[in-house]
T-cell receptor, first 109, second 115 residues
Framework: GQQVMQIPQYQHVQEGEDFTTYCNSS?????IQWYKQRPGGHPVFLIQ?????EVKKQKRLTFQFGEAKKNSSLHITATQTTDVGTYFC?????????FGGGTRLMVKP | EAEVAQSPRYKITEKSQAVAFWCDPI?????LYWYRQILGQGPELLVQ????????DSQLPKDRFSAERLKGVDSTLKIQPAELGDSAMYLC?????????????FGPGTRLTVL
């Protein structure tokens, strides 16, 4: 079946440093979604990417969808303590949405 | 702002007992999902409803889990009998369109502990 892998599993950064998480799918995706889950909270939708090579920005967050539509990345510029949480990608392939294992971001003030 | 409601927020039970979780999606959302999230992992889809119909329950352990959405609004997920390995967060989500093309709104979840 479809598998979605995320790396790294954990990331500690100093406040102000950049952060990137990578998402890789075993199959070609029709689209990919990103969610953020704060500690003790529930996943909250961030963005959806549909087109090959698509890049979208939300303030300090940059999302990319690979040309082959099998990978994606989320980059945060100049992290802040409010960025703490786990970031999940969720890939759609063949009418099935599969979440990655997530990358847990910890930010030291 | 409209939210997905879930109850209870926490449930502690002994193995072999029955448990039930309730979810009320955002008003007007036709699609409802139940997920299981084990600590440190991503959500895993258990069942998807479109109105009152099940459209995907391929990952639902049907020997012990059941789900219903009788009037196409709120939904109940039941486990009987509960096993130790069922300890997890059970998340409900809803969307206005089928999952492939629309964001999902998650509820606060029910944290289940099976002793």
């Amino acid at each position: 079946g479809q598998q979605v892998m995320q790396i790294p599993q954990y990331q500690h950064v100093q406040e102000g440093e950049d952060f990137t998480t990578y998402c890789n799918s075993s199959t070609t995706l029709s689209n990919i979604q990103w969610y953020k889950q704060r500690p003790g909270g529930h996943p909250v939708f961030l963005i959806q990417l549909v087109k090959s090579g698509e890049v979208k920005k939300q303030k300090r967050l940059t999302f990319q969808f690979g040309e082959a539509k099998k990978n994606s990345s989320l980059h945060i510029t100049a992290t802040q303590t409010t960025d703490v949480g786990t970031y999940f990608c969720a890939g759609n392939a063949g009418n099935m949405l599969t979440f990655g294992g997530g990358t847990r971001l910890m930010v030291k003030p | 702002e409209a939210e997905v409601a879930q109850s209870p927020r926490y449930k502690i039970t002994e193995k072999s007992q029955a448990v039930a979780f309730w979810c009320d999606p955002i008003s007007g959302h036709a699609t409802l999902y139940w997920y299981r999230q084990i600590l440190g992992q991503g959500p895993e889809l258990l069942v998807q409803f479109q109105d009152e119909s099940v459209v995907d329950d391929s990952q639902l352990p049907k020997d012990r889990f059941s789900a219903e959405r009788l009037k196409g609004v709120d939904s109940t997920l039941k486990i009987q009998p509960a096993e130790l390995g069922d300890s997890a967060m059970y998340l409900c989500a809803s969307s206005s369109m089928p999952r492939e093309w629309d964001e999902q709104f998650f509820g606060p979840g029910t944290r289940l502990t099976v002793l």
